[in-house]
Protein backbone atom coordinates (compact mmCIF):
# COMPACT_ATOMS: atom_id res chain seq x y z
CA UNK A 1 0.00 0.00 0.00
CA UNK A 2 1.29 3.39 -0.64
CA UNK A 3 0.97 5.72 2.23
CA UNK A 4 2.06 8.97 0.06
CA UNK A 5 -1.42 8.46 -2.02
CA UNK A 6 -3.87 10.97 -1.80
CA UNK A 7 -6.77 12.72 -3.96
CA UNK A 8 -7.10 16.00 -4.84
CA UNK A 9 -10.36 17.27 -6.08
CA UNK A 10 -11.18 20.93 -7.61
CA UNK A 11 -14.07 22.67 -8.47
CA UNK A 12 -14.72 25.50 -10.34
CA UNK A 13 -11.25 27.08 -8.58
CA UNK A 14 -13.91 27.76 -5.53
CA UNK A 15 -13.22 24.35 -3.73
CA UNK A 16 -10.24 21.95 -3.40
CA UNK A 17 -10.45 18.78 -1.07
CA UNK A 18 -7.76 17.29 -0.15
CA UNK A 19 -7.17 13.33 1.50
CA UNK A 20 -4.73 11.68 3.56
CA UNK A 21 -3.85 15.36 5.27
CA UNK A 22 -1.49 14.69 8.18
CA UNK A 23 -1.52 18.25 9.38
CA UNK A 24 -2.20 21.60 8.35
CA UNK A 25 1.23 24.09 8.73
CA UNK A 26 -0.50 27.19 8.19
CA UNK A 27 -3.23 29.24 6.47
CA UNK A 28 -4.19 32.51 6.20
CA UNK A 29 -6.34 34.45 3.48
CA UNK A 30 -3.75 33.86 0.71
CA UNK A 31 -1.88 30.67 1.43
CA UNK A 32 -3.17 27.29 2.96
CA UNK A 33 0.16 24.80 3.29
CA UNK A 34 -0.15 20.89 4.48
CA UNK A 35 1.54 17.72 4.91
CA UNK A 36 0.76 14.97 2.66
CA UNK A 37 2.93 12.20 2.87
CA UNK A 38 6.49 13.23 2.26
CA UNK A 39 5.07 16.50 0.67
CA UNK A 40 3.77 20.03 1.70
CA UNK A 41 0.96 20.54 -0.59
CA UNK A 42 0.42 24.91 -0.38
CA UNK A 43 -2.97 25.90 -2.32
CA UNK A 44 -2.67 29.85 -2.74
CA UNK A 45 -5.04 32.11 -3.56
CA UNK A 46 -7.41 34.86 -2.52
CA UNK A 47 -10.34 34.97 0.58
CA UNK A 48 -9.31 31.02 1.48
CA UNK A 49 -10.87 29.75 4.34
CA UNK A 50 -10.53 26.24 6.03
CA UNK A 51 -14.30 25.32 5.92
CA UNK A 52 -13.96 21.65 6.69
CA UNK A 53 -11.45 20.15 8.51
CA UNK A 54 -10.79 16.00 9.95
CA UNK A 55 -7.46 14.87 10.80
CA UNK A 56 -8.82 11.85 11.91
CA UNK A 57 -9.90 10.88 8.29
CA UNK A 58 -7.43 13.26 6.71
CA UNK A 59 -9.67 15.21 4.92
CA UNK A 60 -9.38 18.92 3.89
CA UNK A 61 -11.69 21.59 2.42
CA UNK A 62 -10.47 24.90 1.51
CA UNK A 63 -12.84 27.61 -0.13
CA UNK A 64 -12.04 31.36 -1.61
CA UNK A 65 -10.54 31.53 -5.51
CA UNK A 66 -7.56 29.74 -6.07
CA UNK A 67 -5.24 30.33 -7.73
CA UNK A 68 -2.50 27.61 -7.42
CA UNK A 69 -1.73 24.28 -5.73
CA UNK A 70 2.07 23.01 -5.52
CA UNK A 71 3.67 20.33 -4.02
CA UNK A 72 7.04 20.38 -2.30
CA UNK A 73 9.06 17.13 -1.87
CA UNK A 74 10.63 16.09 1.32
CA UNK A 75 14.26 17.77 0.39
CA UNK A 76 12.67 21.04 -0.43
CA UNK A 77 10.44 20.87 2.70
CA UNK A 78 14.14 21.10 5.04
CA UNK A 79 14.59 24.33 3.21
CA UNK A 80 11.86 26.16 3.74
CA UNK A 81 8.41 27.35 1.93
CA UNK A 82 10.58 29.86 -0.55
CA UNK A 83 11.87 27.23 -2.15
CA UNK A 84 9.22 25.59 -5.12
CA UNK A 85 9.55 22.86 -7.47
CA UNK A 86 11.27 23.04 -10.96
CA UNK A 87 13.21 26.69 -9.54
Known amino acids: ?3 NA ?3 TMSDRKVVKITA ?3 V ?3 DETTVSM ?3 ESVLTVS ?3 LSVSSLSLENGEVTVCGLI ?3 VYLDGTKRKKGFGRFLGT
Request: proline content about 0%; overall charge negative.
Open 35 to 37: SVG
Open 67 to 69: DAV
Open 1 to 3: MNT
Open 25 to 27: LSF
Open 6 to 8: HSL
Open 45 to 47: GSG
Open 21 to 23: VSE
